[in-house]
T-cell receptor
């Protein structure tokens, strides 16, 4: 049972445009969500996170939106740059299980120059 | 500040052998989690340690074990290796237990032949 789902395996975007990566979850106990970026042969790099008490969090070019009623979150990257090309993972955790991140399957983003 | 380090980076073992992987967290971080990444199952949580105690465990057989030392360094051990154990093993550290943001090391690529 996949509790965190990233339904788009890949996404291709033109440089300078917006990239929108989506993530859905099923477990209503999740109260903290994170996005990680991963390059080949490297570990995931933490990008941005959001608590369930918020519906938006921004950090530079990265914004995460959370829709609790739809159990959906999205990561917006504006403007997209070729260096953003990587695999993006959505992850979730719950109070009392904070050390246990549940990951989605990842979305491969390609930003074309 | 140095990131999470993992040794060795690559390892080839034969079925039936055992293996020990090592992780040094970011200086000052006291919680360490381990994950297994495979193409089929994605990133899956193995266990979490804080103050030398296992705080959380994923759904892996007892062949997978770990420990944490007083300096927060951690090791994981896999006994009686199976072909299916071939994976990237990732260690992540966080400041303390209950802290959601985890920072990953580069991983150890284990190949079982």
């Amino acid at each position: 049972d996949q509790q965190v789902k990233q339904n788009s395996p890949s996404l291709s975007v033109q440089e300078g445009r917006i990239s929108i990566l989506n993530c859905d979850y099923t477990n209503s106990m999740f109260d903290y969500f994170l996005w990680y970026k991963k390059y080949p042969a490297e570990g995931p790099t933490f990008l941005i996170s959001i608590s369930s008490i918020k519906d938006k969090n921004e950090d530079g070019r990265f914004t995460v939106f959370l829709n609790k009623s739809a159990k959906h979150l999205s990561l917006h990257i504006v403007p997209s740059q070729p260096g953003d090309s990587a695999v993006y993972f959505c992850a979730a955790s719950a109070t009392g299980n904070t050390g246990k991140l549940i990951f989605g399957q990842g979305t491969t983003l390609q930003v074309k120059p | 500040k140095a990131g999470v380090t993992q040794t060795p980076r690559y390892l080839i073992k034969t079925r039936g052998q055992q293996v020990t992987l090592s992780c040094s967290p970011i200086s000052g971080h006291r919680s360490v989690s381990w994950y297994q990444q495979t193409p089929g199952q994605g990133l899956q949580f193995l266990f979490e340690y804080f103050s030398e105690t296992q705080r959380n465990k994923g759904n892996f057989p007892g062949r997978f074990s770990g420990r944490q030392f007083s300096n927060s360094r951690s090791e994981m051990n896999v006994s009686t290796l199976e072909l299916g154990d071939s994976a990237l093993y990732l260690c992540a550290s966080s400041l303390r237990w209950g802290n959601y943001e985890q920072y990953f090391g580069p991983g150890t690529r284990l190949t079982v032949t």
